[in-house]
């Protein structure tokens, strides 16, 4: 009686409009649409030709309530009923085929976003890939869609049941060199779904303890400054980059595996005063740095 027409599914909303069929002798008429994260209601509109919902949360599938009246016209008034549709957040420009992902498409984020199953080798040879962030509705047994993916850096699962699996087949821990050159984290606790870049390429998340974390830099210069506050700089970050030095706020207290493994360009690195913990391959391959003071006491140096 009610369908979902014109989806259109993005990283932070959902537009649709609905497709009502009255038959001869029944009325259908809309009272509003209201959105939901599980229990919670997140938004709620009144009857409209179309319906967009703004400002969600990604990777996400959300509930959308259409609540409607029905006149049958037998002289007994109308009555009340409603229906609910899945509507999902993600990248736009994904290539979609039969409810699941099969390409990168038109898409050029390099941090992805995903909340639907995904095929083998979908995501193949897109060299851009540098971040999966992967939803709560993710079939995970197609794990190898992002081979050939030199970039790659990080693929993050809400689900604990895709921590060693979701799209990366060779990943048997939190993290692990692989053949490509990436490092992978798989850890739910580390997931938040806001992630910012600032004005000079550095992008940061807070992690459920609250910390701030450093997860990618996409600027260029060779000349470091990490962000005053962030707290935490994540595995992998600038593994592999062309950067020559490094200048650490007092905010950050710990380096995670592998952040600066194989800068091969890197000289010179300023560590904070306030760390206490850092990965013992966090500088590995660095062949041509001069050295650096490390703080007495920190962990795993």
């Known amino acids: 009686m009610i369908e979902l027409k014109d989806e259109k599914f993005g990283l932070t909303y959902v537009s649709f409009g609905l497709n009502i069929k009255n038959a001869d002798d029944v009325t259908v008429k809309i009272k509003s649409v209201s959105i939901y994260d599980g229990d919670k209601l997140v938004a709620k509109q009144s009857a409209s030709d179309s319906y967009t919902f703004e400002n969600l949360k990604a990777p996400k599938v959300y509930t959308v309530r259409v609540e409607y009246t029905v006149d049958k016209k037998d002289g007994n008034g109308s009555s009340a009923k409603a229906v609910e549709f899945s509507a999902i957040t993600q990248s736009e420009g994904l290539e979609i085929r039969d409810g699941k992902i099969v390409g990168i498409g038109s898409c050029k984020d390099k941090v992805v976003y995903i909340n639907m199953p995904i095929v083998s080798y979908a995501f193949s040879h897109y060299t851009d890939l540098y971040a999966v962030i992967a939803g709560e509705n993710i079939d995970s047994s197609n794990y190898i869609a992002c081979s050939g993916c030199p970039n790659l850096r990080y693929v993050y699962g809400i689900q604990s049941t895709l921590r060693c699996t979701v799209m990366v087949g060779n990943v048997d821990g939190e993290y692990r060199e692989h053949s490509i050159g990436g490092g992978y984290t798989v850890n739910s606790s580390w997931l ?56 650490m706020p007092s905010s950050v207290t710990e380096i995670g595996a592998g952040a600066f493994e194989h800068c091969e360009s890197l000289k010179t690195v300023d560590l904070s005063p306030s760390l206490t913990r850092m990965a013992e391959n966090a500088f590995n391959g660095c062949y041509n740095l001069e050295g650096m003071v490390i703080p007495d006491g920190v962990m795993g140096a």
């Not at 400054?225 to 030095?245: H, Y």
């Open 192 to 247: 938040d779904k806001t992630f910012v870049k600032d004005e000079n390429g550095y992008v940061t998340t807070v992690l459920n303890d609250g910390r701030k974390a450093l997860v990618a830099y996409f600027g260029n210069s060779k000349s470091i400054v990490i962000p005053e506050g962030v707290n935490v700089i994540m595995p992998s970050t600038f593994a592999e980059s062309q950067i020559e030095s490094v200048k």
